[in-house]
């Protein structure tokens, strides 16, 4: 399942240099996970009545190319990875003329809310990979 | 009792037009008056213990001079004016030139947990003015 | 001239309280106001090309109502008062259920980009009040 | 050379979960780069007197612990890797308790201004490594 989130960049998101901050890229990856899990009815209350929640352990991202004000984005996200406690989704960014901005593979893992260590994926989120 | 919090520009603070963004001065200021909700031994919970929570509903703010990225600004917090259910703070940001770059005040309600409608402003917080 | 920017609130301008955090509506508002000044024909640009720069000196927001994740906000800007060499926009932001959620006045005045002094706002914005 | 610089994360740095957001260490880290940067004597001035530019293509960040309004961190800053017109740096984000909240690997290019190609790595820079 590939979810598609498509975005403006405003003018606060642009830095000294003139283009998209490569912080805030990070920021349009997790607009376009919180699509995704929504597509996906996995709530962050929906993990929770499971006992669970998902973290962020690692984000690996290429930038291509410079963004610049006024620029129509869409984010990208998709799965790709399983592995037995974590997860990897992969995000790309593309602009109004096709162009990678940038891509990411972001990996969560899914832990037990009481013990805080890391517990199986839930078949609710594996049956997307 | 005024009270003042340094800080120092960073580089994703300064937008496309090189000085700090209008926006990011209302960070500045929030930062401030969390100096000074602490120094007056005022936190989150110490309201909600009382059943209350203070919640802003004007900012006016005056901007001054630029700021650019490096600068060492102060920012000056202090009780301005009391009303029966609101209370005003007055915030200066200054350079290291001694410049006032900006200043605002910032006008909040404390209003009941529960029933979400503005009570009187508890003593604890009316002996500072 | 009354222009709106249609947006939707993301995960990360959420804070700690699980709203809109206060600093983040001047972002908003900011984004509104470069609507406005596009569909004015009045670029950066223009203004350069003009002799001329225009400046924020004043912000006067109230705040009346919570934003949330996934609000769909509408944000108007509109011409308000003119001075010699300043000008006044209104701006309010409304929510999917028509409740204004935040309304400001901001004030800028126009300069000349080398003597950075005042000067009379050209008459390409003056007939928009 | 390793560089650090202390900071305190601030209140509007936390987001909806009551920690800080995933996106905001790429601020820190670049605040850190920055810091790295001018104890190296290599300002972004520098840079252009020689005709270059850098550019950030690649960033890996391992998510290791929240970190918390208050939190006294450190952001360590070292050279890694040096390739043709590649470098990278190590960057460690340290909490008050000596334990590690993020790391991350940070890869650059060195490109020519004008051809906007990337050039080998010059010496000012490479001394480091």
Known sequence: MRVEL????RSTEIDVNGHVNNAKYLE???WGREEWYEKANLSYQTFLDMGLQTVTVNININ???????????IIYTQPQKLGRTSYTLFQQI???HGNVVADAQVTSV???VKTRKGVPVPQELTKFF
């Open 6 to 9: 498509p975005i403006i960049v």
């Open 28 to 30: 349009y990856l997790e």
């Open 63 to 73: 930038y291509r190319k410079e963004a610049f004000q006024g620029d129509q984005l």
């Open 94 to 96: 593309i602009n109004q």
């Open 110 to 112: 899914t832990i037990d």
